[in-house]
């Protein structure tokens, strides 16, 4: 080829990359004006939490980060319990879609599939709840909660989020200090956990948060549990008891759900999708950080304000919890093929995960006695 065609040829090539890059530049600056012109998604959403409750504040705290990080593109409102449907009516209400998305637990729908309370009552094979996160997003959880979601017919995405502490054993009108206290007592709690205390003896009514305190106080209950210190006392368990009795294996490894209704989640541009599923997982720290201020600043404050007593739960009691909740899944698994395959996954997880952690982390308690025990090295430094 000729230096003069040469030329010619790299002009003309030239031309034509320069036009197609300005046609594919064009293209990249208009599609985010395509979306703005076609207006914000907005969504409904609600929470199964009172609005004074935390756990209303960790629902808004998530969809504030999603508002935020999309830049108005999705704007979700959160509504708080009964404001479209009751607490236990969320799963149907987003998958019907009455609403677009909600916060809560998935403890709630075990109602509908006994297998979904697994993410949440128990002791979790000695897993704590960010264990437990960790099995659901590398072990297998994930696509289980998906399997299980489909053969209830729910129309539903769901993410997990929000490790909660260990929650107490409950509230009592005098401290437990034998299995035998709790036969016979109007006992609230949810999941797995109505039939473990019903194993160890005690009349279950399952109920809403937002209702309990007030079954406290009508007598319709003897004691209840429902989560942590901010909860507890914002919701008001400490005007109807002063006896609080902390530590327990029936909800151990709980977490957060956010809910999607799967057709309108699917609708969303993949950004947007990307966003969401890191929002969770930012809100998922975010919320632990700030469940150990605040329920550390709530316990001391109904020790020294609101003048609750808090005693540990005995270790009969906690070894009797264990006993009763394998009597329940072995019986709960042999009905159950569901149910069976997400307990083998999370045992073999769990084994594994925690053998790890038993032999690496070092217990804290001998650091803690040094630093705030009777010695309290820390008031020397």
Known sequence: MSKSKTQSWDKTSRRKFLGGAAVAGAA??????????????????QSTWPSKDIFHEFALDFAKKVNDMTGGDLKIEVLPAGAVVPAFGLLDAV???????????????????????????????????????????????KELLAKLYESIG?????????????????????PVAKVEDLQGLKFRTVGISID??????AAVNALPGGEIVSALDRGLLDAAEFNNASSDRVLGFPDVSKICMLQSYHQNAEQFEI????????????????????????????????????????????QTTDKVKFYRTPEAILKKQLEVYDEVVKKKAAENPLFKEVIQSQIAFAER???W??????????????????NAAAKKI
């Open 28 to 45: 990249i600056i208009a599609a985010p004006s395509v979306v703005k012109a076609q207006g914000p998604v907005n969504m409904r959403w």
């Open 196 to 201: 473990v205390f019903t194993g160890l003896g």
């Open 259 to 302: 809910l999607f209704n799967k057709a309108k989640y699917d609708a969303l541009p993949e950004q947007m999708k990307a966003i969401i599923s890191n929002a969770a997982e930012a809100a998922s720290q975010d919320m632990h950080w700030k469940a150990i201020d605040r329920y550390s600043r709530d316990y001391v404050e109904m």
């Open 353 to 355: 995960a925690t053998r």
């Open 95 to 141: 998958s019907q879609g009455t609403l677009d998305g909600g916060h809560g637990v998935v403890v709630y729908h075990y109602g509908k599939q006994a297998a979904l309370a697994l993410w949440g009552s128990g002791p979790g094979f000695s897993m704590d709840a960010n264990m437990l996160l960790a099995w659901h997003k590398y072990g297998g959880g």
């Open 357 to 374: 952690e038993q032999d690496t982390v070092v217990n804290r308690r001998m650091a803690f006695d040094h630093y705030f025990g009777e």
């Open 154 to 174: 729910a129309n539903v995405v769901s993410f997990l989020y929000g490790p909660m502490p260990t929650q107490p054993l409950g509230w009592f009108k005098k």
